[in-house]
């Protein structure tokens, strides 16, 4: 680094010497001067470039936030989604149909037309039922519990229906505590 910087500084005062020979009327001083003018600044630039270089190949690229903690969830759903998780499963035929959980809207949905950025898609829907063989998505299965109630969370699912809506993919909204059959007839208009 400290030879780099040595460059640097010779390039940068060959660039200044060339000054020097201004006063000389000399075709041939002339010439030097914008030769070391000229190879100075080149020297000015090729330096520069190179101490960015060896400063940024130094350093190391931070990843994360400084303080960040990560852990493993205890699980991948809430207790109430486990249990409507099971119920789905004992309803649909293992051979027809998978139920997948917490299914990213990107996963089964692609955006297709309408400029910029695609993050949109990037909110989870409870549960995908999908063709057993396939994996044609056909049906997203939203749980409302009480979270469902506050405002924001409200718009984001209008959101995830306007875009379900719009890819032709139907969303069910299933309120937490629904009984099995009531389930199993809603179900029945998709399936």
């Not at 030879?3 to 660039?15: C, H, L, M, S």
């Not at 020097?20 to 600044?41: C, H, K, P, V």
């Not at 890819?167 to 505590?177: F, K, N, R």
Request: hydrophobic residues 45%; contains cysteine; positive net charge.
């Amino acid at each position: 680094m400290k030879k780099t910087i040595i460059v640097i500084v010779a390039g940068a005062a060959a660039a200044a010497l060339s000054f020097l020979l201004a006063g000389i009327d000399s075709e041939i001083a002339q010439n030097i001067r914008w030769a070391m003018f000229t190879a100075g600044l080149i020297t000015v630039f090729v330096g520069t470039v190179a101490l960015v270089f060896v400063i940024r190949s130094g350093q190391k690229r931070k990843l994360l936030p400084d303080g960040a903690e990560y852990r493993v969830k205890s699980s991948l759903m809430s207790a109430p989604e486990i249990s409507l998780y099971r119920v789905l499963c004992g309803m649909t035929e293992r051979t027809k149909y998978v139920v997948l959980p917490q299914i990213a809207l990107v996963s089964v949905i692609d955006k297709v037309k309408g400029g910029g950025f695609r993050n949109e898609l990037f909110r989870i829907a409870d549960f995908c039922i999908a063709d057993g063989r396939t994996f044609e998505p056909l049906l997203l299965i939203e749980l409302n519990d009480a979270s469902h109630k506050r405002e924001e969370r409200k718009l984001r699912d209008d959101k995830v229906n306007a875009i379900c809506e719009a890819a032709d993919l139907p969303v069910l909204t299933i309120e937490q505590g629904e009984q099995p059959q009531k389930i199993r007839s809603m179900l029945k208009k998709y399936l």
